[in-house]
Protein backbone atom coordinates (compact mmCIF):
# COMPACT_ATOMS: atom_id res chain seq x y z
CA UNK A 1 0.00 0.00 0.00
CA UNK A 2 1.78 3.36 -0.95
CA UNK A 3 0.53 6.97 -0.24
CA UNK A 4 -1.18 8.47 -2.96
CA UNK A 5 -1.33 12.41 -3.91
CA UNK A 6 -4.29 12.70 -1.96
CA UNK A 7 -2.83 10.85 0.52
CA UNK A 8 0.17 13.32 1.08
CA UNK A 9 -1.63 16.70 0.82
CA UNK A 10 -4.40 15.32 3.98
CA UNK A 11 -1.00 14.94 5.40
CA UNK A 12 0.66 17.93 4.98
CA UNK A 13 -2.78 20.06 5.20
CA UNK A 14 -3.34 18.23 8.95
CA UNK A 15 0.44 18.62 9.65
CA UNK A 16 0.34 22.22 9.03
CA UNK A 17 -3.35 22.73 11.12
CA UNK A 18 -1.11 20.96 14.41
CA UNK A 19 2.05 23.23 14.10
CA UNK A 20 2.84 24.77 16.71
CA UNK A 21 1.59 21.88 18.88
CA UNK A 22 3.87 19.27 17.55
CA UNK A 23 5.93 19.35 20.69
CA UNK A 24 2.53 18.69 23.20
CA UNK A 25 2.06 15.71 20.27
CA UNK A 26 5.32 14.17 20.93
CA UNK A 27 5.42 14.22 24.52
CA UNK A 28 1.52 13.02 25.05
CA UNK A 29 2.20 9.91 22.61
CA UNK A 30 5.41 9.11 23.89
CA UNK A 31 3.82 9.30 27.54
CA UNK A 32 1.30 7.33 26.61
CA UNK A 33 3.45 4.74 25.17
CA UNK A 34 5.35 4.00 28.00
CA UNK A 35 2.07 3.59 30.38
CA UNK A 36 -0.16 2.15 28.07
CA UNK A 37 2.39 -0.64 26.71
CA UNK A 38 5.31 -0.56 29.83
CA UNK A 39 7.05 -3.09 27.88
CA UNK A 40 8.59 -0.20 25.60
CA UNK A 41 10.27 0.57 28.89
CA UNK A 42 13.05 -1.53 28.38
CA UNK A 43 14.68 1.41 25.82
CA UNK A 44 14.79 4.16 28.32
CA UNK A 45 16.23 2.37 31.53
CA UNK A 46 18.83 4.30 31.52
CA UNK A 47 16.12 7.86 32.60
CA UNK A 48 15.74 8.70 36.03
CA UNK A 49 11.67 9.51 35.46
CA UNK A 50 9.45 7.72 32.70
CA UNK A 51 6.51 9.00 34.09
CA UNK A 52 4.20 10.80 31.94
CA UNK A 53 5.09 14.45 31.11
CA UNK A 54 8.11 14.04 32.95
CA UNK A 55 11.66 16.47 31.98
CA UNK A 56 13.29 13.22 29.62
CA UNK A 57 10.12 12.55 28.17
CA UNK A 58 9.04 15.99 27.28
CA UNK A 59 12.62 15.84 25.45
CA UNK A 60 12.51 12.77 23.91
CA UNK A 61 8.84 13.67 22.54
CA UNK A 62 10.14 16.73 21.31
CA UNK A 63 12.94 14.71 19.44
CA UNK A 64 10.35 12.04 18.41
CA UNK A 65 7.90 14.41 16.33
CA UNK A 66 11.11 16.49 14.85
CA UNK A 67 11.39 13.00 13.17
CA UNK A 68 7.56 12.83 11.99
CA UNK A 69 7.98 16.61 11.27
CA UNK A 70 11.05 15.90 9.08
CA UNK A 71 9.54 12.55 7.36
CA UNK A 72 6.56 14.77 6.43
CA UNK A 73 9.11 17.00 4.40
CA UNK A 74 10.26 14.29 3.16
CA UNK A 75 6.67 12.10 2.21
CA UNK A 76 7.72 12.14 -1.35
CA UNK A 77 10.78 9.78 -0.37
CA UNK A 78 10.36 8.47 2.66
CA UNK A 79 13.16 5.65 2.27
CA UNK A 80 16.06 7.93 1.51
CA UNK A 81 15.54 10.32 3.37
CA UNK A 82 14.85 8.53 6.39
CA UNK A 83 18.10 6.11 5.67
CA UNK A 84 20.54 7.94 8.91
CA UNK A 85 17.48 7.67 11.26
CA UNK A 86 16.81 3.77 10.17
CA UNK A 87 20.74 3.49 10.47
CA UNK A 88 20.35 4.54 13.73
CA UNK A 89 17.37 2.34 15.27
CA UNK A 90 18.79 -0.66 13.58
CA UNK A 91 22.08 -0.55 15.24
CA UNK A 92 22.72 1.80 17.93
CA UNK A 93 19.45 1.90 19.46
CA UNK A 94 18.28 -1.54 18.28
CA UNK A 95 14.79 -0.72 18.54
CA UNK A 96 12.03 -3.50 17.68
CA UNK A 97 10.48 -2.22 14.45
CA UNK A 98 7.20 -3.52 15.81
CA UNK A 99 7.32 -0.86 18.36
CA UNK A 100 6.88 1.78 15.65
CA UNK A 101 3.40 0.55 15.02
CA UNK A 102 2.57 1.13 19.05
CA UNK A 103 4.03 4.23 18.80
CA UNK A 104 2.09 5.36 16.04
CA UNK A 105 -1.09 4.31 17.34
CA UNK A 106 -0.30 6.42 20.18
CA UNK A 107 0.18 9.37 18.16
CA UNK A 108 -3.27 8.68 16.28
CA UNK A 109 -5.06 8.83 19.68
CA UNK A 110 -3.18 12.19 20.35
CA UNK A 111 -4.50 13.58 17.28
CA UNK A 112 -7.52 12.17 17.72
CA UNK A 113 -7.78 13.85 21.06
CA UNK A 114 -6.10 16.93 20.89
CA UNK A 115 -7.98 17.46 17.02
CA UNK A 116 -11.10 15.88 16.83
CA UNK A 117 -13.03 17.88 14.51
CA UNK A 118 -10.23 17.93 12.13
CA UNK A 119 -9.30 13.99 12.93
CA UNK A 120 -12.11 12.86 10.52
CA UNK A 121 -11.56 9.28 8.95
CA UNK A 122 -10.21 10.69 5.74
CA UNK A 123 -7.27 12.09 7.73
CA UNK A 124 -7.11 8.96 9.84
CA UNK A 125 -6.54 6.86 6.96
CA UNK A 126 -4.09 9.44 5.82
CA UNK A 127 -2.07 9.28 8.92
CA UNK A 128 -2.36 5.74 9.35
CA UNK A 129 -0.74 5.22 6.27
CA UNK A 130 1.35 8.09 6.08
CA UNK A 131 2.62 6.61 9.52
CA UNK A 132 3.11 2.73 8.46
CA UNK A 133 4.93 3.91 5.40
CA UNK A 134 7.51 5.84 7.79
CA UNK A 135 7.96 2.92 9.98
CA UNK A 136 8.83 0.76 6.73
CA UNK A 137 11.14 3.22 6.04
CA UNK A 138 12.94 3.30 9.26
CA UNK A 139 12.87 -0.53 8.88
CA UNK A 140 14.77 -0.33 5.80
CA UNK A 141 18.55 -0.75 7.02
CA UNK A 142 17.55 -3.67 9.65
CA UNK A 143 18.04 -6.43 6.99
CA UNK B 1 -9.57 -14.93 33.33
CA UNK B 2 -8.28 -11.04 33.98
CA UNK B 3 -8.23 -9.71 37.38
CA UNK B 4 -9.36 -6.33 38.07
CA UNK B 5 -8.89 -3.51 40.83
CA UNK B 6 -11.97 -1.68 41.45
CA UNK B 7 -10.28 1.58 40.76
CA UNK B 8 -10.22 -0.17 36.49
CA UNK B 9 -13.50 -1.36 37.27
CA UNK B 10 -14.37 2.25 37.75
CA UNK B 11 -12.33 3.72 35.24
CA UNK B 12 -13.49 1.39 32.37
CA UNK B 13 -17.08 1.95 33.77
CA UNK B 14 -16.37 5.92 33.60
CA UNK B 15 -15.10 5.83 30.27
CA UNK B 16 -17.83 3.86 28.99
CA UNK B 17 -20.69 6.23 30.34
CA UNK B 18 -19.52 8.75 28.19
CA UNK B 19 -20.57 6.77 25.38
CA UNK B 20 -23.63 7.11 23.49
CA UNK B 21 -23.28 3.94 21.31
CA UNK B 22 -25.86 5.53 18.22
CA UNK B 23 -23.55 7.97 17.86
CA UNK B 24 -19.82 6.46 18.17
CA UNK B 25 -21.24 2.93 16.92
CA UNK B 26 -21.32 4.24 13.61
CA UNK B 27 -17.98 6.27 13.81
CA UNK B 28 -16.15 3.18 14.98
CA UNK B 29 -17.41 0.70 11.84
CA UNK B 30 -16.70 3.77 9.11
CA UNK B 31 -13.01 4.09 10.60
CA UNK B 32 -12.41 1.02 10.72
CA UNK B 33 -13.71 -0.03 7.18
CA UNK B 34 -12.06 3.02 5.86
CA UNK B 35 -8.62 1.65 7.21
CA UNK B 36 -9.19 -1.28 5.85
CA UNK B 37 -8.30 -2.91 3.03
CA UNK B 38 -10.04 -6.03 4.15
CA UNK B 39 -13.62 -4.67 2.98
CA UNK B 40 -14.44 -8.22 1.75
CA UNK B 41 -15.91 -9.08 5.30
CA UNK B 42 -18.55 -7.09 4.66
CA UNK B 43 -19.57 -7.91 0.82
CA UNK B 44 -23.41 -7.96 1.72
CA UNK B 45 -23.33 -4.28 2.93
CA UNK B 46 -23.60 -2.98 -0.45
CA UNK B 47 -21.24 0.06 -2.16
CA UNK B 48 -18.49 -0.08 0.70
CA UNK B 49 -15.58 0.70 -1.78
CA UNK B 50 -15.45 4.55 -1.22
CA UNK B 51 -14.96 6.69 1.47
CA UNK B 52 -17.67 8.71 1.02
CA UNK B 53 -19.98 4.99 0.54
CA UNK B 54 -18.64 4.13 3.54
CA UNK B 55 -19.91 7.14 5.32
CA UNK B 56 -23.29 7.14 4.22
CA UNK B 57 -23.91 3.18 4.12
CA UNK B 58 -26.60 2.66 6.70
CA UNK B 59 -25.43 -1.08 7.09
CA UNK B 60 -21.81 -0.01 8.52
CA UNK B 61 -23.55 2.52 11.07
CA UNK B 62 -25.89 -0.10 12.11
CA UNK B 63 -23.37 -2.77 12.61
CA UNK B 64 -21.14 0.03 14.20
CA UNK B 65 -23.92 -0.06 17.09
CA UNK B 66 -24.54 -4.01 17.12
CA UNK B 67 -20.44 -4.10 17.93
CA UNK B 68 -20.69 -1.26 20.84
CA UNK B 69 -23.67 -3.36 21.64
CA UNK B 70 -21.68 -6.06 22.42
CA UNK B 71 -18.77 -4.39 24.27
CA UNK B 72 -21.66 -2.90 26.45
CA UNK B 73 -22.32 -6.20 27.65
CA UNK B 74 -18.57 -6.93 28.44
CA UNK B 75 -18.31 -3.55 30.53
CA UNK B 76 -21.38 -5.07 32.48
CA UNK B 77 -19.74 -8.63 33.08
CA UNK B 78 -15.98 -7.83 33.17
CA UNK B 79 -15.48 -10.86 35.07
CA UNK B 80 -17.57 -13.06 32.89
CA UNK B 81 -16.23 -11.74 29.10
CA UNK B 82 -15.59 -14.85 27.78
CA UNK B 83 -18.71 -16.33 28.81
CA UNK B 84 -20.41 -13.54 27.81
CA UNK B 85 -19.43 -13.32 24.42
CA UNK B 86 -19.76 -16.92 23.45
CA UNK B 87 -22.91 -16.47 21.62
CA UNK B 88 -20.80 -14.58 19.11
CA UNK B 89 -18.31 -16.81 19.08
CA UNK B 90 -19.69 -19.35 15.86
CA UNK B 91 -20.23 -16.04 13.57
CA UNK B 92 -17.06 -14.68 14.21
CA UNK B 93 -15.26 -18.38 13.44
CA UNK B 94 -17.17 -18.43 10.11
CA UNK B 95 -16.13 -15.18 8.76
CA UNK B 96 -13.70 -13.03 10.52
CA UNK B 97 -10.20 -12.75 10.57
CA UNK B 98 -8.76 -12.48 13.93
CA UNK B 99 -6.15 -9.36 13.05
CA UNK B 100 -9.96 -7.34 12.57
CA UNK B 101 -10.26 -7.32 16.59
CA UNK B 102 -7.49 -5.31 17.08
CA UNK B 103 -7.66 -2.92 14.22
CA UNK B 104 -11.36 -2.90 15.65
CA UNK B 105 -10.07 -1.74 19.40
CA UNK B 106 -7.85 0.38 17.82
CA UNK B 107 -10.43 1.97 15.86
CA UNK B 108 -13.04 2.23 18.99
CA UNK B 109 -9.98 3.37 21.23
CA UNK B 110 -9.46 6.31 18.47
CA UNK B 111 -12.58 7.45 18.17
CA UNK B 112 -13.34 7.24 21.83
CA UNK B 113 -10.23 9.80 21.79
CA UNK B 114 -12.29 12.39 19.96
CA UNK B 115 -15.25 12.69 22.38
CA UNK B 116 -13.17 12.24 25.41
CA UNK B 117 -10.27 14.39 24.80
CA UNK B 118 -8.35 14.92 28.09
CA UNK B 119 -10.27 12.39 29.71
CA UNK B 120 -8.95 10.02 28.37
CA UNK B 121 -5.38 10.45 29.80
CA UNK B 122 -2.87 7.85 29.85
CA UNK B 123 -3.22 6.08 32.93
CA UNK B 124 -7.26 6.36 31.64
CA UNK B 125 -6.04 4.85 28.22
CA UNK B 126 -4.00 1.77 29.79
CA UNK B 127 -7.13 0.73 31.58
CA UNK B 128 -9.02 0.81 28.68
CA UNK B 129 -6.47 -0.94 26.46
CA UNK B 130 -6.46 -3.80 29.28
CA UNK B 131 -10.14 -4.12 28.73
CA UNK B 132 -9.80 -3.60 25.27
CA UNK B 133 -6.83 -6.71 24.95
CA UNK B 134 -9.13 -8.71 27.59
CA UNK B 135 -12.01 -9.05 24.88
CA UNK B 136 -9.93 -9.36 21.72
CA UNK B 137 -8.14 -12.10 23.63
CA UNK B 138 -11.46 -13.47 24.17
CA UNK B 139 -12.18 -13.36 20.60
CA UNK B 140 -9.54 -14.85 19.26
CA UNK B 141 -9.45 -17.48 21.10
CA UNK B 142 -12.66 -18.90 19.98
CA UNK B 143 -11.28 -18.62 16.81
CA UNK B 144 -7.91 -20.96 17.68
CA UNK B 145 -10.50 -23.57 19.48
CA UNK B 146 -12.78 -23.84 16.41
CA UNK B 147 -10.23 -24.43 14.06
CA UNK B 148 -8.39 -26.40 16.58
CA UNK B 149 -10.62 -28.75 16.69
CA UNK B 150 -12.36 -28.97 13.32
CA UNK B 151 -15.56 -27.66 15.02
CA UNK B 152 -18.02 -26.84 12.80
Known sequence: MSLTAKDKDTVRTFWAKISGRE???GTDALSRMLRVYPQTKTYFSHWTDL??????????????IGGVADAVAKIDALSSGLLSLSELHAFTLRVDPANFKILGHC????????????????????????????????????? | MVKWTEEERCTIR?????????????????????????????????DIF??????????????????????DKAV???D?????????????????????????GDCITITIACKLKEALNPQVQAV???FLCAVVETSKIRCQKYVGNNKP
Not at chain 1, 59 to 64: E, I, R
Not at chain 2, 83 to 99: F, I, K, M, N, Q
Request: charged share 25%.
Open chain 1, 107 to 143: ILVVMAMMFPNDFTPEVHVAMDKFLAALALALSEKYR
Open chain 1, 51 to 64: SPGSAPVKKHGKTV
Open chain 2, 50 to 71: TNTSILNNPKVAHRGKVVLRSI
Open chain 2, 76 to 78: RNM
Open chain 2, 80 to 104: RIQETHAALSRLHYEGVDPDNFKLL
Open chain 1, 23 to 25: DDV
Open chain 2, 128 to 130: WQK
Open chain 2, 14 to 46: DVWEKVDIDEIGPQVLTRQNIISFKRHTLATFG
